[in-house]
């Protein structure tokens, strides 16, 4: 019962600070002609608005030490043919 | 994968060597070494070796030409589009038939999301260089930004029939097919990744991508973690990871998942990863951790 009531309590206080908070960011995919969507079972709004931010792969370039290596490959291929 | 970077630097070099010398070049050993520190990923390096091969030489000479290009592209790679931009102005201005110098400008272009500017020098790029998947690519991802999505996906899949299993290829490719809400199509292009690159992170991250629009989070999860295992540094695998093991728990019940969900969120921010609305809600799931923890001792 304590359990239940903490939960719902914590409910409570999460979705007090989620609506005290900003805008959702855009949506990251494309839609297209249609509309791909991932469901979200989790209840608690900060997991709804976490639904909303995937990535699609292309901050790679920013971060990933393999990504940046190919980069540099193509861009050395380009060199060799300016 | 540094060895193929440094064969690539090397055969640039040769090139460099065997081209006519004429009185006015620079000696080529500046830009090798200007290669070799771009290939081995010390853009500073580069960018200060070309910089100087470039103001010693006049606009029109063939090694300042090559100097601007590399160090644009090391410009791109630091970040800085608008920088680039400028020395592939100057490329393009020497080059005005060269695919390769349209599509490095178009790239610049595209990253200060100045796309009908960008869309028209990666059209010249592809129309100059039909069998270009590398432009054929930045196209596609230009159209994407613009919302051009069914050109988009027409000019992706000729950049994937001109480098099947591309991974930055498939990047946007996937993107436009789960658009399309084609996840089957998604699947097969992460799949003919993986088959290419099994190393790769990004055929990894891709079929997790697949996977989660495709209703199995579980296989998802373990895809994403396959892309980490095959590169740490790959900051949107964390991304994603901590997205589905968020958003599958319900309730915060599972506290093993809970906790590899603070984890990789905490490993993407690790990485740079600036996602303001994430930052908001991790922090917020921070604050309710604490307090929760809190409350237990009571």
Known sequence: ?82 | MRFPLLIAAALVGVTLLLAPARAEDAPPADMNAATVAFAEGRLDECVKICSEVSTSLPADNDEHVRALYLRGQAYLLQGKPAEAETDLRGVVAERKKSAVAHEALGRALAAQRKNDDAETSLRTAVDLDKKSATAHRALGEVLIAKQSYSDARTVLAKAWKLGPGDPLTAIPLVDVELGYKSVKGALKIARAVIKKHPEHPVGHFLLGRALEYDGEWKDAAAAYEASIACDDTYADAHKNLAIVLHTQNDMYRDREMLDRSMKAYERYFELGGNEPELRRVYDQMVAFLAWQKEEAGK
Request: net charge negative; aromatic share 2%.
């Open chain 1, 1 to 82: 019962m304590r359990h239940l009531i903490t939960t719902a309590v914590a409910a409570i206080a999460l979705s007090v600070l989620w609506a005290g908070g900003s805008a959702l960011a855009g949506d990251p995919a494309p839609t297209g002609e249609g509309v791909c969507e991932i469901a979200c079972p989790n209840h608690c709004p900060l997991a709804k608005s976490a639904n909303e931010l995937r990535t699609n792969g292309s901050e790679a370039v920013a971060s990933s030490t393999v990504v940046r290596d190919d980069v540099r490959r193509e861009a050395l291929v380009g060199l060799a043919r300016i």
